[in-house]
Nanobody
Framework: QLQLLESGGGSVQTGGSLRLSCVASGYTGSNYCMAWFRQAPMKEREGVASINSIHGSTQYADSVKGRFTISQDNTKNTLYLQMNSLKPEDTAVYYC??????????????WGQGTQVTVSS
């Protein structure tokens, strides 16, 4: 059973930075997609960024392009989300997600518990 544990959330002011981490355990395969999602109060969950483990390709939501960077450290089974130039509209609970697959889609089976990010103006 694949398990995900996020950390790194917190409160920052506009323009600040945070780095989220997501440690994965319980999966030994090399083919998977991982992603970060977020959900703000009264809003639907949205995809923020994703990465394909095989060739390292990444995708970003338009709202975070140029500010956020998704990366992975396979030696540590850890996914990261570096968030720079944070804005109040980035405030949300951020979730790590994973799917054992060769091709990334919008379907993710495994989810972390979430970590709160709050950006104040």
């Amino acid at each position: 059973q694949l398990q995900l544990l996020e950390s790194g959330g917190g409160s920052v002011q506009t323009g600040g930075s945070l780095r989220l981490s997501c440690v994965a355990s319980g999966y030994t395969g090399s083919n998977y997609c991982m992603a970060w999602f977020r959900q703000a109060p009264m809003k639907e969950r949205e995809g923020v960024a994703s990465i394909n483990s095989i060739h390292g390709s990444t995708q970003y939501a338009d709202s975070v392009k140029g500010r956020f960077t998704i990366s992975q450290d396979n030696t540590k089974n850890t996914l990261y989300l570096q968030m720079n130039s944070l804005k109040p509209e980035d405030t949300a609970v951020y979730y790590c997600a994973a799917e054992p697959t060769w091709t990334c889609t919008r379907t993710y089976t495994y989810w972390g518990q979430g970590t709160q990010v709050t950006v104040s103006s």
